[in-house]
């Protein structure tokens, strides 16, 4: 019974493609805004902490 699965490795195109990774695939969505809301959030909160215990 011979296997239907191609070896990349027996060819330099083949193999070649098959390394390739698509670029959109690959391009994880950025973290930025995530991490600036975050810093807000923590900024709004210690401000509010220091003037609570300020009262």
Do not use: C, H, Q
Not at 16 to 22: N, V
Not at 37 to 53: D, E, M, P, R
């Amino acid at each position: 019974m011979s296997d239907n699965s191609v070896d990349p490795s027996g060819n330099t195109e083949a193999f070649r493609a098959f390394s390739r990774e698509p670029e959109a695939e690959t391009a994880a969505p950025s973290k930025l805004p995530y991490i600036i809301i975050g810093g807000v959030v923590a900024a709004v909160i210690v401000i509010a902490l220091i003037a609570w215990l300020a009262l």
